[in-house]
C-alpha cells in the first residue's frame, strides 16, 4: 500500500507542477521572445536548463541502480522516479541565468551517490549549484527583461508570478492550487507545511503592521523562492520528519529559521531552513516517539 502512494505521490508531484513549469516557459522565454529581448533560439533557454538538469539527475540514477544490479531494466527506470521529481524541483528553483555545466554536474553526481541517505537532496543540490554561480557571477534571478528596467511589483503581481524568482516558481498561485492537489495524498506531509508556512506567515506580517509598512507585507512573503520550497521541497517524503508532532515541530523550526536568513541571504533562507532541519529530522522524531 506505502508503495503504491509513493509512487502516486511522486505522479502527483509532477502534475502540481506543470501548470507552473508552463508559466515560467512563458514568463522567461516566451514572452521576453515577444518582447523583442531575446533571439527565437533564446526563448527555449529555460526547456534547455530544465532538460539539462533532468538529464544530468536520471543518468546519476541510472548509474547508481547498474552499480547495484549490474544490468538496466525496467525496474531501473522506476527506481529513478525520485530523482526525476527532484530534478524537476531544483530546475524550478533555479535563476534563468545558472551555469549549465554545473546544472548537469550536480544533480549527476547527487543522484549517483546520495540515494539512501536521509538529508534534503534537492537543497543539497541548490546550495551547490547556486555556490558555483555566485563564483561565476551568473546568480542573478532577474531575466533579461526585468533586469532591463526598474520595475514596482505589488503584491497581486507576486501572486500572479510576474516578480523575479527561480525559472518556474514565482506563480504564488499555482503553488497553492499545486499544495491543494498534493493533499489529497497521504504521503503529502501537510502539516509541516501548515506550520512551516503559518510560522513563516506570522513573523513576516507581525513586525511589518508594527512598522505600518502594509505595502511591503505581500512582495515579502511572496517573493524569494519561499512558498515554492516550503510546499514543494520541505515536505520531502525521505529527508522530512514522519511523525505528525515531529512534522509540525520541524514546521515551526523551519519556518523561524526562514524568517530569520531572509535578513542574510534571501534567496537560499528557506532551502537552507530545510536542510538544517532535514539533518535533524531523526532527533526531532525521536523527541515525539513514545516509548
Not at 539539462?52 to 544490468?71: C, N, P, Q, S, Y
Not at 512534522?247 to 534567496?267: K, N, V, W
Request: charged share 15%; glycine share 6%; hydrophobic share 50%.
Amino acid at each position: 500500500m506505502k508503495k503504491n502512494l509513493t509512487h502516486r505521490i511522486y505522479i502527483m508531484y509532477a502534475m502540481a507542477l506543470l501548470p507552473l513549469l508552463a508559466f515560467g516557459f512563458y514568463k522567461n522565454g516566451i514572452s521576453l521572445y515577444m518582447r523583442d529581448h531575446i533571439e527565437f533560439y533564446q526563448m527555449f533557454k529555460p526547456i534547455l536548463i530544465l532538460l539539462i538538469v533532468l538529464t544530468g539527475a536520471v543518468l546519476g540514477g541510472v548509474a547508481r541502480e547498474w552499480f547495484k544490479d549490474r544490468k538496466v531494466s525496467k525496474k531501473t527506470f522506476e527506481r529513478c522516479k525520485r530523482d526525476v521529481v527532484e530534478a524537476l524541483l531544483i530546475a524550478c528553483i533555479l535563476p534563468i541565468n545558472t551555469n549549465l555545466i554545473a546544472a548537469f554536474t550536480i544533480p549527476f553526481l547527487i543522484g549517483l551517490a546520495t540515494n539512501k541517505i536521509k538529508f534534503n537532496r534537492i537543497a543539497v543540490m541548490y546550495v551547490l549549484i547556486e555556490g558555483i554561480n555566485v563564483l561565476l557571477k551568473v546568480n542573478s534571478f532577474n531575466n533579461i527583461y526585468e533586469a532591463s528596467t526598474v520595475l514596482n511589483y505589488d503584491g497581486f503581481d507576486y501572486f500572479l508570478g510576474q516578480g523575479p524568482g527561480g525559472i518556474f516558481s514565482t506563480s504564488v498561485l499555482f503553488i497553492v492550487l499545486g499544495m491543494i492537489f498534493l493533499s489529497f495524498n497521504k504521503l503529502y506531509k501537510r502539516e509541516l507545511v501548515y506550520s512551516s508556512l503559518g510560522t513563516f506567515l506570522i513573523l513576516g506580517i507581525i513586525p511589518a503592521m508594527i512598522k505600518g509598512a502594509y505595502a511591503n507585507i505581500l512582495p515579502y512573503i511572496f517573493s524569494y523562492n519561499i512558498l515554492f520550497v516550503l510546499v514543494f521541497i520541505a515536505p520531502n517524503i525521505e529527508s522530512s520528519c514522519y511523525t505528525e508532532k515531529g512534522q509540525i515541530a520541524s514546521g515551526i523550526i523551519i519556518g523561524i529559521l526562514t524568517y530569520a536568513l531572509t535578513y542574510i541571504t534571501p534567496y537560499t533562507a528557506a532551502i537552507l531552513s530545510v536542510l538544517i532541519v532535514s539533518l535533524l529530522s531523526g532527533i526531532i522524531d525521536r523527541l515525539f516517539i513514545i516509548k
